[in-house]
């Protein structure tokens, strides 16, 4: 979600970064309003339809309105990269047509094009990030 955040508010969206956690945003928020970005944090557990209508009214009260929403909530329970071993990275790459991880950034890039007048046919977006391997 931060690099998704940043790379909007590079672009001159403001940003309304949610977080289950109190204060879970803060980080992202100051960086944002460092680099001149306009954002806002706001704690908000996505499981709970009125916490997400809540969010949604207070970030209309703090914008005027809200044009893109991007869930990139994460609700399962996997282990992050630093913590697996080098055996289990290199099992996950041999499994991967492209021989590599994903980057960050190459997310980021994606959803601000998915969200960008250069892909405005589109109503809505689900895209599957595997490098070719779309095995479940």
Request: hydrophobic content about 45%.
């Amino acid at each position: 979600g931060r690099a998704i955040a940043e790379r909007f508010a590079a672009c001159g969206v403001r940003v309304a970064v949610l977080g289950r956690r109190p204060g879970s945003s803060d980080g992202v928020v100051a960086g944002i309003r460092e680099r001149g970005g306009e954002a806002i944090g706001l704690q908000c557990d996505v499981t709970d339809h009125d916490a997400v209508a809540d969010a949604v009214r207070r970030t209309v009260s703090a914008f005027g309105g809200l044009d893109i929403v991007v869930n990139s909530a994460g609700v399962l329970d996997m282990t992050p990269v630093r913590e697996m071993t080098a055996e289990h990275i290199a099992a996950m790459k041999a499994k991967i047509p492209m021989g590599r991880l994903l980057q960050i950034d190459e997310v980021a890039a994606m959803v601000a094009w998915i969200a960008s007048p250069e892909c405005s046919f589109t109503t809505g977006f689900t895209f599957d990030l595997t490098g070719g391997r779309a095995t479940y």
